[in-house]
């Protein structure tokens, strides 16, 4: 605008003095300096006779307004002939209608402050330096052209019109005399030309856009486009600036099973190109053919809808069923099938989906249920409702003089090896295994790749990384019993579960605890461990939430690990499904029948109570006459008497088993007489029988003879000690019940990964209270002593204090509660199980009358 208000000024100058073509008369050419000025430039321009002319005639113009048009033409011819143009500045000269334009100073500044300087590539001379391209678009032939509607069309249809005859918007301007004209026929020519698009709508240009723009806006557009980089104006031209899409349109359609590119102007799906070996085999059949006759090009036919194709058979089609079905069978099989002539003679085989290899008619002949695999992982859902909190431990720790306790029993250190071989893997054969000791580096034989003894490792491997599923457990709220503790996995018969840990504590430990510590608590969490020692797990594993059931799934067993005793849960012998809740039987043995529990397990044998398992009868030993038909039996009392034989001689002559035991074993004396019981301590080493004794006198033989002797040796001195408790209990008069190693026995049996049995002793105490009821529970895995029984526990119970209550039970493993045959037991089984009978509905009688309702 300056450069306007200058240049009529200067003009009006340039008129008054009459010495207007002598360039040195002009101020500013006294500069040596190029003129940068658009007065200087005014001046340069006005060097050229036509140009002089022009300004010669502004001058004389009468308006002003006639002028500036005037002006715009001649810069608008200037542009045409100029590489590089400020582009507002055509736009503000096409756009601006001139004849209704005031003749203001305003307008006519604005156009001329857009006017250019110098081209300074054409100065330079660079302008020579050829096209530049940029994606495809040639640069420089639009270079010379304006923004104008004229320059945002099609390229392809200006070049086809031909680029040269297209005439600039300033020369249109020019040529039109205004802008109207050129709006209109830039307007045409956007509606004419301009199909970038289906939908027909004219794209917005940039032209259209500004002159929609007011004063205000333009002069935004203006400023932002003088900000501009210099290679950006360079290419604003260009319809890849603009927007502007030249390359036809395509669409693509799912079609027969593909996607088809589809032209808007040819709606017929595009023909793919052809195939690479198409391709091939045409060429060659083209080379081959070339001089045969050309066969006339076939319609393309239909394609043909591929038919999916179905197996008609299963796997084992094709199998021929065998002639003798019953060949390979077992005697009994064949037995079974010959009572089943529907299966003998088929009436017709089964071609569509026989079964593998036949094998199913034996499936059928031995009958299994149906049995979803024990990996099958189905978590509960989460936000079960959750004790509050308490304080876990993983690890059993020893307090007080429990540990200089534990290292006094003989199985502390104890590290004979099994003799195991390595295709044996530590099966139920396992000396170890038998006698409850896990194997590890320093006791086995075969090493950790084929041993199977390792319980507690695999527990602590798979619990390691914790998760639901590997932790495998979760405490959740029972509808009657508290706390409960359930499945998140599934478990095979006799898979350890989780480990029952806490605080190992001696007896009177334990009772200074109750006395002080818990003698407000509803619940304790006691459980009677080994050699008078008890876990208490107050602090502890969520195991002590496992309630008790009649049925139980699950053992509570200890084992010797590393030479350390430790407690776990495992599974029974059914396997335990996702969601099964896990109980054990505590085999309460109440003293007192004020100090029962309502069981509330449910199951279909419930005692009613959290009482002791009702004795088992015991089958009736063979009489003396029926010698002859000892068989096996009196061959394995023959063996008996061997190993008794042998076991003294490994003991040191001919002491007392339970003498030598008890002072072997320098534990702390129990309390009250243990004189009554060595008959029945000899009753119990005598279950030490059959396979294991064998185990045990092969070992000797073979070397491993410590390994061996120590087994049978605890077995001894276990019974002892259980014959020593059980009379301590009588004396008691606390409310702690018989624990300790009364429970632990050896049964030499062959019944699996639970084939003996530490089993627990368990002693889980609630406190008493006017409306609480209170239990405590000792858990045993053997059959009670006499001591322990409910009729004598119901007496004795009455000596004892009101305020406590003691129960005895046991979590026995099947295999312990086999009969174990005592020099006492003389009575016919209908005898002895009327007896418990008797003893039970007593216990079971005085219990209802105390149950609170
Ligand atoms: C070691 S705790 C078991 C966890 C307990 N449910 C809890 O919430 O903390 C033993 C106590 O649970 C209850 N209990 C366990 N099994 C039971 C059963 N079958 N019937 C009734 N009560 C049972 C008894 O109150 C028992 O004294």
């Not at 209170?774 to 009101?802: H, I, L, W």
Request: aromatic share 4%; net charge positive; glycine share 8%.
């Amino acid at each position: 605008m300056a450069g306007l208000a200058a240049l009529t000024s200067e003009a009006s100058f340039s008129a008054a003095t009459t010495d207007a073509t002598d360039a040195s008369s002009n101020p500013a050419s006294f500069s040596s300096t190029p003129p940068t000025t658009v007065s200087s430039d005014s001046m340069s321009l006005a060097s050229e006779p036509d140009t002089l002319k022009h300004e010669t005639t502004i001058t004389a113009a009468p308006r002003l307004g006639a002028a500036i048009t005037m002006l715009e033409n001649v810069e608008s011819e200037q542009q045409a002939s100029r590489q590089q143009t400020p582009v507002g500045l055509a736009i503000v000269v096409a756009e601006e209608p001139l004849d209704s334009a005031p003749p203001s100073a305003t307008r006519a500044r604005r156009a001329r402050a857009s006017l250019p300087v110098y081209n300074l590539s054409k100065l330079s001379g660079t302008d020579a330096h050829g096209k530049r391209r940029a994606k495809g678009d040639s640069v420089g032939e639009k270079r010379r052209r304006t923004i104008s509607g004229d320059t945002l069309v099609n390229d392809d249809q200006e070049g086809a019109s031909g680029s040269a005859d297209v005439p600039t918007s300033a020369n249109r301007v020019a040529k039109d005399g205004g802008s109207k004209k050129v709006k209109e026929s830039s307007a045409a020519a956007l509606v004419a030309r301009r199909a970038t698009r289906l939908s027909g709508a004219p794209p917005e240009t940039l032209t259209t856009k500004l002159s929609a723009l007011g004063k205000r806006g333009k002069k935004t557009f203006e400023k932002s486009l003088s900000r501009m980089s210099r290679e950006l104006r360079r290419l604003q031209d260009t319809n890849e600036f603009a927007h502007i899409e030249t390359r036809p349109v395509r669409y693509t359609v799912w079609s027969n099973g593909k996607y088809v590119d589809v032209d808007p102007e040819h709606p017929e799906p595009v023909a793919s190109p052809p195939r690479k070996k198409a391709r091939f085999d045409a060429v060659s059949g083209a080379q081959d053919n070339d001089n045969a006759e050309k066969p006339e090009p076939e319609a393309p036919s239909a394609k043909k809808r591929r038919v999916k194709k179905y197996l008609e058979k299963g796997l084992y089609a094709g199998q021929e069923a065998p002639t003798d079905i019953a060949k390979g069978m077992t005697a009994k099989e064949k037995k079974k099938l010959a009572s089943i002539p529907e299966l003998l003679t088929p009436s017709e085989p089964n071609k569509t989906l026989p079964f593998p290899t036949y094998n199913g008619l034996r499936l059928l002949l031995n009958g299994r249920d149906f049995k979803l695999p024990y990996d099958v992982c189905n978590p509960l859902p989460p936000g079960q409702p959750k004790p509050a909190a308490y304080r876990t431990m993983t690890k059993n720790r020893f307090v007080g003089d429990a540990a200089a306790y534990w290292k006094k029993t003989p199985h502390f250190g104890d590290s004979s090896k099994c003799v195991c071989k390595p295709e044996d893997g530590c099966a139920e054969d396992c000396q170890n295994r038998i006698m409850l000791y896990e194997c590890d580096e320093t006791n086995c034989n075969v090493g950790k790749a084929h041993c199977q003894n390792r319980a507690f490792q695999t527990l602590q491997e798979r619990t390691k990384r914790g998760g639901r599923y590997r932790v495998g457990v979760e405490v959740y709220k029972t509808a009657d019993r508290g706390y409960g503790v359930r499945s998140n996995r599934c478990f095979e018969p006799n898979q350890i579960i989780m480990e029952y840990t806490g605080e190992i504590i001696t007896e009177e430990e334990c009772e200074r605890r109750m006395n002080e510590v818990y003698k407000d608590n509803e619940c304790y969490y006691l459980m009677s461990f080994d050699q008078n020692m008890i876990i208490d797990a107050t602090t502890g594993s969520i195991a002590r939430f496992v309630n008790h059931s009649c049925s139980p799934n699950c053992r509570m067993i200890k084992w010797i690990v590393s030479g350390q005793p430790r407690m776990a849960l495992f599974a029974g012998d059914r396997p335990i499904m996702t969601g099964d809740e896990l109980t054990y039987d505590y085999n309460f043995d109440p003293f007192s029948a004020k100090n029962v529990q309502k069981c509330l397990c449910g199951s279909p044998n419930c005692r009613g109570v959290l009482g002791p398992k009702p004795k088992e009868v015991k089958p009736p030993k063979p009489s003396k006459e029926d010698g002859k038909g000892k068989g096996k039996k009196g061959s394995v009392k023959g063996s008996v008497k061997a190993g008794k034989r042998k076991l003294k001689e490994l003991l040191g002559g001919d002491r007392d088993d339970n003498e030598g035991a008890s002072k072997k074993r320098k534990i702390k004396p129990a309390m009250g007489a243990v004189k009554a019981k060595p008959a029945k301590a000899k009753a119990k080493t005598t279950t030490t029988t059959g396979k294991a004794r064998g185990a045990a006198l092969k070992a000797a033989t073979k070397g491993a003879a410590k390994g061996a002797a120590t087994a049978i040796k605890r077995s001894v001195s276990s019974a002892s000690v259980k014959a020593k408790t059980a009379l301590s209990k009588k004396t008691a008069a606390g409310y702690v019940a018989s624990r300790g190693l009364k429970q632990t026995k050896i049964s030499f049996k062959k019944t699996g990964t639970a084939s003996s049995s530490r089993s627990s002793s368990l002693t889980i105490v609630a406190a008493s209270g006017p409306s609480k009821q209170t239990a405590k529970t000792n858990a045993s895995g053997t059959p009670k002593s006499k001591a322990a029984t409910p009729a004598s526990s119901a007496k004795s119970a009455r000596t004892r204090t009101p305020s406590r209550k003691v129960l005895e039970g046991s979590s026995t493993p099947k295999s312990a509660t086999s009969p174990v045959v005592t020099g006492k037991r003389k009575k016919s089984p209908a005898a002895a199980s009327a007896k418990v009978k008797s003893s039970r509905a007593r216990v079971v009688q005085q219990s209802v009358y105390d149950f609170p309702n």
